[in-house]
C-alpha cells in the first residue's frame, strides 16, 4: 500500500544527516517529507498547516520535542504526532504517550513499523457528504 498522494510529513530532528535518510526513505514510501532542522524552524514555517503527521526527535538540541508537542496542543494543533529517538528513558516515553502521541521509536527500529504507522495516521481527511 502506498502513501496517499504524497501526503506532506515533517521531520523534526537536529541530525541533519538522519533528516536526509529519513526524508528519503519517507519519499520513496509516497509520502512528501518537509524536514526542519529544529523546533524554531519548523515553528516559523508556513507549511504547518498542510502537514499530516510530525515525526519528531525527542531531543532537538537546546530544545525538547515533549515541548514541542506540549505547546502545539496548547495552540490547538491536532496533527498527529510520532516520535524517533535514541533515547529510552521509560518516563519519556510515559509523558509522550500521556500527550497523546500515535507512535514512539528508537532510531534503531525497523522503518517498516514507522512507515505503516504514518500509512494509517497521515490519510488526507475525508470530503463531507
Known sequence: ???????????IDDDEQLCRSLARLLKQAGFEPHVFLSAVAFLSSSERQ??????????????????????LLAEG??????????????AV??????????????????AAGIIELLRRVARPAQPQP
Open 50 to 71: 498542510h502537514l499530516k503527521c510530525l515525526l519528531i526527535d525527542v531531543q532537538l538540541g537546546n530544545a525538547s520535542g515533549i515541548a514541542l508537542h506540549r505547546q
Open 1 to 11: 500500500m502506498r502513501a496517499a498522494a504524497g501526503a506532506p510529513i515533517a521531520i
Open 93 to 110: 516515553r510515559a509523558e509522550a504517550m500521556r500527550l497523546g502521541c500515535a507512535g514512539f521509536f528508537l532510531k534503531t527500529d525497523p
Open 77 to 90: 494543533d491536532p496533527t498527529p504526532v510520532i516520535y524517533i529517538t535514541a533515547h529510552t528513558e521509560p
